[in-house]
């Protein structure tokens, strides 16, 4: 899941030190209120995702996909799952009526060290194809994790207009390949132990937080010479690398990229900060 970074010269050395957590993740009762937006186009629709669906007072993560011509809400699944990579999933392989979701997996704390209690190996995209699957967890207690499929499942639907404003959510018999994205719908993922539930819906939403933070390894909310530095010794890394040994883009590897997403990160911030 990683990007395309801009190659941005800077001066490697300079002791100024800029915060470029410059966006927070808010309460989202609109689509405008959306941070993190995925795609393009003149359509734009809306993907929560509710860890426990059971529970009315956990907060729910919020993406915003953008799109021309036609759309089905496993495109807008995918595009996403490919665009943030804090975010996992176990899926099954297609067939007639698309894909089941089985498991959801989110790297709270960014610490590129995501990995469930059996072990999955989940692709560049932060997908595993699977048969159903029940019980797994998150290796890290920071981060969520919920998967089922005989002891809970999670439960697929929809909104015409803003759920959060006067729109009905509805069921999604199809799942999320069923669903036919159209401008300004809500399409939610909701976890529940109620294998027979159709009332299960994303509640308290926020937006999932723009990535911006990716090469502070060492977690001081600032990209300055230190997080250099911290990538100068880690550099050359070839396996299993975490984020506060240098890999900002959460290949396990610390290389020149992860060089070229500091200077990016360090730049911008300083041209933001000025």
Not at 37 to 60: C, F, K, M, P, Q
Not at 140 to 166: K, Q, S
Request: aromatic share 12%.
């Amino acid at each position: 899941m990683n990007g395309t970074f801009l190659k941005i010269l800077a001066v490697v050395g300079l002791s100024v030190s800029v915060d470029i957590h410059s966006i927070s993740a808010g309460v989202v009762s609109s689509l405008d209120d959306v941070e993190f937006w995925v795609g393009s186009g003149a359509n734009r629709a809306a993907l929560i995702v509710d860890w426990d669906g059971e529970n009315s007072t956990d907060e729910s993560l919020v993406w915003g996909y953008r799109w021309d011509g036609v759309a089905s809400g496993e495109d807008m699944f995918r595009d996403i799952l490919a665009a943030d990579d804090r975010l996992f999933t176990k899926i099954s392989a297609g067939g007639l009526t698309g894909i089941a979701v089985y498991g959801m997996g989110y790297d709270e704390n960014n610490d590129c060290a995501f990995a469930i209690s059996d072990g999955t190996s989940f692709d560049e995209d932060g997908i595993y194809v699977s048969g159903p699957t029940d019980l797994g967890t998150s290796v890290d207690p920071n981060d969520r994790y919920v998967e089922g499929w005989y002891l809970g499942f999670w439960h697929v639907g929809t909104a015409a207009t803003n759920p959060f404003d006067g729109g009905t959510w509805v069921s999604s018999f199809l799942g999320i390949s069923g669903v036919n994205l159209t401008n300004n719908t809500w399409t939610s993922l909701a976890f529940t132990t109620d294998t027979f539930s159709t009332t299960a819906f994303a509640e308290n939403p926020y937006s999932a937080e723009v990535p911006g933070l990716a090469a502070d390894f060492d977690s001081d909310n600032v990209v300055d010479g230190a997080d250099f530095l911290t990538w100068q010794r880690g550099f050359g890394i070839s396996s299993g690398a975490s984020r506060s040994q240098g890999d900002a883009d959460c290949n396990e590897l610390v290389d020149n990229v992860d060089l070229q997403i500091w200077k990016q990160s360090f730049v911008l911030a300083s041209m933001s900060s000025g």
